[in-house]
């Protein structure tokens, strides 16, 4: 079955250091790949998205590229502010398995990031 | 502005009681979803509908009920059969299955 994989968290850095969440996934057709952010005590929101191979989602200074040939959509940002404290989620909906529960996202457990002053 | 509304954003219930939690969107979205998030775990699929007066059972669905009479509405009752109700629940629209989803603030539900 579909499923996405992350790294276990939490993750701790400093102020302006380089970011980088790993996410690998399984999927028997094409998915959509996601990006979502939690802070804390609020629901998830739409961090950035991917829907074909290759693609690159961007967003706030976050990216992130669908890598077919090693099945991974890592999320990276230069430069990390206090603000980028969150749950970060990955996720995959595979489109080409519509019905039943296949078409549904299946997210990753959540990478908790801690950015030090 | 478009979006999804859950009501109430905390929730307090005593053992033996149901309880209902309120969505409501007006995205038009056709798809809702209902997940259950507890600390280190990850989201849980409880119920998810497709269509109006159409719904089905996540992974998680024991102990939960929903009801889809309205496009925009899909409230998720807990009833006394769950057995560990407390958990922060987050409740999600698209436009059709397999998009990207919008999520609410989420209501924390905590049994005393």
């Known amino acids: 079955g579909n499923s996405v994989t992350q790294m276990e968290g939490p993750v701790t850095l400093s102020e302006e250091a380089f970011l980088t969440i790993n996410c690998t996934y399984t999927a028997t057709g094409y998915p959509s790949l996601f990006w979502y952010v939690q802070y804390p005590g609020e629901g998830l929101q739409l961090l950035l998205k991917a829907t074909k191979a290759d693609d690159k989602g961007s967003n706030k200074g976050f990216e992130a590229t669908y890598r077919k040939e090693t099945t991974s959509f890592h999320l990276e940002k230069g430069s990390v502010q206090v603000s980028d404290s969150a749950v970060y989620f990955c996720a995959l909906s595979d489109r080409g398995n519509y019905g039943g529960s296949q078409g549904n ?13 | 502005d478009g979006g999804i509304t859950q009501s109430p954003k905390y929730l307090f219930r005593k053992e033996g009681q ?10 038009n979205h056709d798809a809702m979803y209902w997940y259950r998030q507890d600390p280190g775990q990850g989201l849980r699929l409880i119920y998810y509908s497709q269509i109006v007066n159409d719904f089905q059972k996540g992974d998680i669905a024991e102990g939960y009920s929903v009801s889809r009479e ?3 509405s899909f ?3 807990v009833t006394s059969a769950q057995k560990n109700p407390t958990a922060f629940y987050l409740c999600a629209s698209s436009p059709e299955q397999g998009y990207g989803y919008t ?6 539900l905590t049994v005393v």
Do not use: H, W
Request: glycine share 12%.
């Open chain 2, 75 to 77: 409230p998720l009752t």
């Open chain 2, 70 to 72: 309205k496009k925009e």
């Open chain 1, 105 to 117: 996202l299946i997210f990753g457990k959540g990478t908790k990031l801690s950015v030090k002053p």
């Open chain 2, 18 to 27: 149901n309880v209902t939690l309120s969505c409501e969107q007006n995205l």
């Open chain 2, 103 to 108: 999520f609410g603030s989420g209501t924390r």
